[in-house]
């Protein structure tokens, strides 16, 4: 695993796998099959999302009633700072200082284009036939459910080989478009009344206004801290208030923190060094919380049971496309199978989905919200099994 | 050895080829299946089939509506009140002129009598000026003459003679719940040229708490906004009650409490008209700051002899009687007019940042004087320049800039007619009393000003 990778989507070793003794050294042998990294084959970025998201279905007013929906509105703050440190993640990542960090989030723009359009326009088409009361329209429908399959993992470490390389840049950089893409279908969806597309643009903007302010009185905060423990109080000070005003508003936390984490290694500094290493520390309750949240609001119901399948599937093919199309098209790319690569949907999909159920608490998209879920653990389970073809270390 | 072929397609590639050509199976065939239910329209775009449903959905309501007015016509009646007689004049926001008509709409209680709900602010002087018309929905209206039976000067109720006729059984809508909602109401809105009944949206009903009922009422939203004073009734034909306002907002005065209070009326019970003999004023920020608590009404003078002079203390701020918060000066008129003369109050005031409990003896309704008596003097250290003022107290004839009481915001022209217990301050009485408050605390003078009592907080 490369110095880059530990960092990651969210954030790179889980704290489970801290947990876990090395592999095969201290344990009996016969113990080895319960561990469950081991047993499940599972990769660290991957883990939490299978254990937690169960979690919180079985917490939730569905099953337990453990967390009640009153219990849950509580957490929304919680979840918006959740989704601002995803943004934030995403931000960081997106260095586009040198050519080839261009064309690598042009390929993984294109990548994530292709999934969009290609599972948006698919669900558009089955939605339309269907007649499904869902209460949604259905072009937004299908755009939420292709934006929550565009984002991606870059699956099992194999050992670093090129490809998983270049697989782990675009798993971080396909995250942009959807989040962008989200923010304006978020002001759309949570409007009282129909809104064009132009007028959600100029949201958009507030977004990221909001997104500049916060992140450049977090600089100026940074940069005056003397010492780690204050600077860690300003970075969840800062986080807070990304998510708090982007959610008081009723817009979306992952633009605004992506914005942030954008100005933050842009900026002059070691602004984006330091907010990685101590949000790395914070991230993992926050993400918690989130994959618990999603979990407890799923209603497994028929029509959650009819999106998910179709999801999958089309996920399975829109993101071969996309890799396949973007390997081919960006010259950057030399490695092969990308879109094998990128089978593993990751967390990012979750969030965006629970963002767009909080703004829109109805019983529709709550079966969006099961169906991204469902649909998530079924592609780590996938990624399991569609191995790419294992290469020799970079 | 030979070696293995190799494929003309990658594995990435035939993967791919193998995803899509299933993913196209499967759309296709999945495409054929349909849910039962008919697609809920999601935005302002309804569909041709959403929009003929919907129609249908308005021709049943237009329906409804048609039945009830041939259930209720006779209930209804329009109370046209004419203020160019000495009878009724209309204050508040929206007044209409002296002479301007104004149609309410009335239920009949009686073959002779019906009740009406007076707007907020307006006031029967004498029983004269109104003139009543039976009306149906549909028939023109008979104006005939009429008198006010009775009249609620709290809560706006009055009850108006009006021509006999058979009244119709109405079924009352029972208890006090909130409407159900989302649904429609049915109000009947008054004009000159009779009642017609118009169906509501009520997206939300919930109880809201009003200082003149006992009972809180509910909100209907702002559909019902200009029909204040309406009769509502349910689909299903039951009377709901009337419609009333609180703080603004249209809120419905539920049957089952309207109907207590018409019969307290018709049993020819005195409406009540109960005084604590003080004068309060609202909670403005150097008030909040002074007194330390947010909402309330301050004691800006207090009559001399009267019931509230033993227990209340200037600058106390009255938070609730008998449990019931009290949000503000008019809550507080409201909920002690509407108490019978005699009765004691419990009122909880915030003094010296705590809270008390000072019962208070309701008296029947006077005009106040305050009792002062004359003094002359003046103090530097307080910043107050007085001269004697007749029978009131004391009258600030300047004020010292940068001073305690320019702080406060005295003026020049301010008459202070209480300190504490002691009526109709002598200057020397306003300086003896700045000097013996402690360094940062806070003493309340009761001031009067362009003849309105006002409260003012002097920090030494």
Known sequence: MSAREEWREIGGRDVLDAALPPHGRTLPAWLLPLRTRAALGLAPVIAPAVLFVPIGAALGPAALNVLTPVALSYLDTVVAIALAALGVFVGLALDLRS??????????????????????????????????????????????????????????????????????????????LPIVVGGIAVVMLGASEPMPVWQATGWLFRTLLIGIAVGTAGWLLFERAHSRAERNVFIAGILALIGGAAGFLGLSPLVAGLMAGLLWSWLPGHADRVVREDLERVQHPLIVVLLIVAGASCVFSREAIWLCAPLVLFRLAAKLAGGWLATRVQPVLTAGELGTHLIAPGLLGIALALHLQQVVRTTGMAAVLTAVVLATLAGEALALVLRPTEEPPS | MASRARPILSRETRLLAATIGVSLVVLLVLARFRFPDAATPSSGQTQPLSRLAARAAFDDLSLAVRELSSRVGGSLLVVRVTGASPGIVRAGPGARPLGAPLALAALRVRDDTAVVLLPDGAQVEAPAGLTAAASGTAAPTIPGASTVVAHDLVRGIALVRVPAAAAPVLSMRDGVEPLIAPGYVVVAEGSVAGAALRPVFVGRSDAVADPRWDTPLLTVGRGAAGDIGAPVFLLDGSFAGLLTSVEGEPALLPAQVLMAAVDQLLRGAPTATGDLGISTQALDPALMAAAGVGTGAAVAAIESGGPAESGLRLGDVVTAVNGQAVGSPDALRLRVMRTRPGTTLALTVWRDNGSATVPVTVRARTVAAVQSRPSAAGDASLGLIMRAAAGTGSEVTRVLDGSAAAQAGLRSGDEIVRIGKTAAPTAADVSAAFAQTRPGAVLFLSVRRDRQPLLVALRR
């Open chain 1, 99 to 176: 050519a080839r960090e261009r064309g690598l989030f042009a390929a993984a723009a294109l990548e994530a284009a292709v999934t969009v359009t290609l599972v948006s326009g698919a669900f558009w088409y089955l939605l339309s036939a269907w007649q499904m009361p869902l209460g949604l329209p259905v072009g937004l429908t299908g755009l939420a459910l292709g934006l929550c399959a565009s984002a991606s993992s870059a699956g099992i470490p194999d050992g670093g080989s090129a490809t998983h390389l270049v697989a782990t840049r675009i798993a971080d950089l396909d995250d942009v």
